[in-house]
């Protein structure tokens, strides 16, 4: 932060500039630094402000053990916005940008990912079809991620307050997520269902007795 600044004025950026970023951003962001400063402390090495040398070793490491050029970029995203926050110079990406190439060019193991089909959302409900807690929290979490296409994080973040029902359909109030980058929030409906053993609403209604 700039010198002359008042304690409050300074608490006043800082706040600002974190909410100019998604929560997930933030979090992701303040980890990757974390990770940062526990190699550096490791190694008795200063994090803030970092030496070119100490970073381009950190994520070199990093790039060998995670193979992804995706964690090499979010690492130094991190580092970097971090010493903006703190008004301090910026770590150059000139070596990182070989770094993440390297990142690139190694295997990575291919993970297969199956489609959620209604087929498979159908064996699911039906293992968590008894009548306690879990089971009926399990059973509407899949029911409403299926036919809302919400992130999970999205959900379990929701309270009471953020549902507004009505006779046939409940709206579900995101107050933010990560493809709303202006945080205006919005209202996802969720319908009822002939089909009470799969029914989202039902599921959800019964979560909240």
């Given at each position: 932060?700039?010198?002359?600044?008042?304690?409050?004025?300074?608490?006043?950026?800082?706040s600002q500039a974190l909410q100019s970023r998604a929560?997930?951003?933030?979090?992701?962001?303040?980890?990757?630094?974390?990770?940062?400063?526990?190699?550096?402390?490791?190694?008795?090495?200063?994090?803030?402000?970092?030496?070119?040398?100490?970073?381009?070793?950190?994520?070199?490491?990093?790039?060998?053990?995670?193979?992804?050029?995706?964690?090499?970029?979010?690492?130094?995203?991190?580092?970097?916005?971090?010493?903006?926050?703190?008004?301090l110079p910026e770590p150059s990406d000139s070596i990182?940008?070989?770094?993440?190439?390297?990142?690139?060019?190694?295997?990575?193991?291919?993970?297969?990912?199956?489609?959620?089909?209604?087929?498979?959302?159908?064996?699911?409900?039906?293992?968590?079809?008894?009548?306690?807690?879990?089971?009926?929290?399990?059973?509407?979490?899949?029911?409403?991620?299926?036919?809302?296409?919400?992130?999970?994080?999205?959900?379990?973040?929701?309270?009471?307050?953020?549902?507004?029902?009505?006779?046939?359909?409940?709206?579900?109030?995101?107050?933010?997520?990560?493809?709303?980058?202006?945080?205006?929030?919005?209202r996802v409906p969720i319908r009822k269902s002939s089909?009470?053993?799969?029914?989202?609403?039902?599921?959800?209604?019964?979560?909240?007795?």
């Open positions: 932060m700039k010198e002359g600044m008042s304690v409050t004025q300074r608490d006043t950026l800082l929560d997930s951003t933030v979090t992701n962001y303040a980890a990757a630094f974390q990770r940062f400063s526990k190699w550096c402390s490791d190694r008795k090495v200063c994090p803030l402000p970092c030496r070119e040398i100490d970073l381009t070793l950190f994520l070199s490491a990093e790039a060998e053990k995670q193979r992804s050029a995706s964690c090499v970029l979010q690492y130094f995203s991190g580092i970097k916005w971090v010493h903006n926050l703190g008004g990182t940008t070989h770094i993440v190439e390297f990142a690139k060019r190694q295997p990575t193991e291919k993970r297969n990912k199956r489609e959620v089909t209604a087929e498979i959302l159908r064996k699911i409900c039906t293992f968590y079809s008894g009548s306690s807690c879990f089971h009926v929290r399990q059973r509407a979490l899949c029911l409403v991620l299926f036919v809302g296409f919400f992130r999970i994080s999205e959900l379990l973040g929701l309270s009471r307050g953020d549902l507004e029902w009505e006779e046939s359909i409940v709206w579900v109030r995101l107050n933010s997520s990560k493809t709303d980058k202006h945080r205006q929030g919005n089909t009470s053993n799969f029914c989202p609403f039902s599921a959800l209604l019964s979560l909240t007795k």
